[in-house]
């Protein structure tokens, strides 16, 4: 009945909303949102109007062929009414040969049906879009706001769900009116019925005029809404330097300006779609009209009697009440296919580049890493790797050093494969990373980085993610290898503590040692050191460095750092600036080149 629905009134409506409405019945196919039987049942479950409907029923049933093995009738009435009501519909399904199952409907059961099967839609969509976010490629989160795409999975969402709740309620029913009384219309008078369905596309297009109109302003609401998400999820995540540069009162305003717009766009888009229902009204009112001047000059001429044109306008009334219904709820329908486009959207992102079928996991790896010819950069105007070329032996230490924007993080990504080059290849093991398996590549590498990252729950969690099935003494091995073992002895539950997202209240230290604990929990064969001790106090990190060493030992590293003393162990140093390597070798033979690498280090150990 719905996907009906959908393609009659498909005809009247922008493109883009076509497209959209498109996506929302291939959700409604692919989830069964809705029971359609549940909103049958609904429909004839007015009290005489049964009857009618019944007979409608009946007669599709007839004319298309379909099944319809039991009727349900509302037993709700009471007096001779409901009785001969009964013992009608007993005597057409005795005609029809239908089997008749009498009880009373059970509407508010249906109504929390439907807001379930809503609710598991809801839930599906949800899943299927936060599990679009795990396959983006990162430079499309590193290109949005976070607040914003966590808008989308949640509020948007939820308004999507709530409209289709409420405008279902009258479409399925509707429907099934609209049909019914011009069946019984046409059983009477097909001339004047003519003038009924004349005069009913006035109607789809004063809705299509209003709904091109503001359709856009409710995707300004629904963006406009992500907007302030975005800004409060920012500012939460940043109070303590809002308030360390006093901004509080400039956020303050800021947020005032997205909300005052948020007000605007709420108000605009809800006050002219909600002018779709008196119009629709005005226009169901001409019907009423037309029936009523056409009938009684029929009924002058004896072409038609007074009853049949008093049950001629009771149906006519029938006829339009549905659209004056669903234009009610015009504004919860539009709200919800504006933020189904950005849910969408979302969802219909390009993935990143699939693993080929073929794909190669990665076994038995020593740790030989070769660049051949890499050129790379984020946006196609700005080059920031060009021709980049390195040979890695298996147990090398590699320091990348240079100034801010030089590459350096960048050359991480790109082992990682957290992004692909643009051309030229990298290859581990004689193979090139994209023709092997994402999961074994990123197994092959343990990784710390100047910035931390620990999820809620204990310490015992965060510490085996890596190694799942880490014993208890090897966690604590691992702890006391990255000196955390004292301070996570003094929690409250030791390594059951619960900590929060973050890493709680724990400092910055502390949660840089708890994640070089976790690489060496796991003991990669390769490593990737970005500024890993940069929050930690210089005596400690004299022992971290110690313990580092003794881990990178036969073990291929990348050491990213910005501090000259912590690399001057490595087997080969890359000076890099702009994109490209200016010098190479070990610390002692670039100090004898006298050139950028001795210019950085005299800058920090000068006198």
Known sequence: VILAFFSLIEYSIPERLRYIMEKVRAYIERYHMISAEDHIIAGISGGADSVCLLCVLLDIRDRLGISLTAVHVNHGLRGEAADH???????????????????????????????????????????????????LPLKFIDGHSHGELVSRVIADVDQFADGLLMGFSQLFTGLVTILGTLLFMLSINVKITLVVVLITPVSLFVASFIAKRTFSMFMLQSSTRGEQTALINEMIENQKVVQAFSREEKVLETFDEINERLEKASLQATFFSSLTNPTTRFVNSLVYTGVGLVGAFSAMRGLLTVGQLSCFLSYANQYTKPFN????????????????????SLIEEEAQVPEPENAEILTDVKGTVDLEHVYFSYTPEKKLIEDFNLKIKPG?????????????????????????????????????????????????????????????????????????????????????????????????????????EEGGSLSAGQKQLLCIARVMLCLPPMLILDEATSSIDTRTEMKIQNAFAKMMQGRTSFIVAHRLSTIQEADIILVMKDGHILEQGSHEELLKKKGFYSELYNSQFAV
């Not at 219904?325 to 969408?344: P, Y």
């Not at 197994?443 to 880490?470: C, D, F, H």
């Open 85 to 135: 009501d009964e013992t009608f519909v007993r005597e057409l399904c005795g005609k029809y040969s239908v089997p008749l199952e009498v009880f009373r409907v059970d509407l508010e059961s249906i109504s929390k049906k439907r807001k379930q099967s809503l609710e598991e839609c809801g839930r599906n969509i949800r899943r299927e879009a936060f599990a679009k976010i795990e396959i």
């Open 325 to 344: 219904e669903i234009s009610g709820v015009v504004t919860e329908l539009q709200n919800a296919l504006a933020c189904a486009e950005r849910i969408f």
């Open 396 to 500: 090398q230490r590699v320091a990348i050093v240079g100034p801010t924007g030089c590459g350096k993080t960048t050359m991480i990504n790109l082992l990682m494969r957290f992004y692909d080059v643009d051309s030229g290849s990298i290859q581990v093991e004689h193979l090139d990373i994209r023709k092997a398996t994402r999961k074994s590549l990123r197994e092959s590498y343990g990784m710390v980085l100047q910035e931390t990252w620990l999820k809620a729950g204990t310490i015992r969690e965060n510490l085996i993610m890596g190694k799942p099935e880490a014993t208890e003494e090897e966690i604590k091995e691992a702890a006391k290898a990255a000196h955390a073992h004292s301070f996570i002895k003094r929690l409250p539950k030791g390594y059951d503590t619960v900590i929060g």
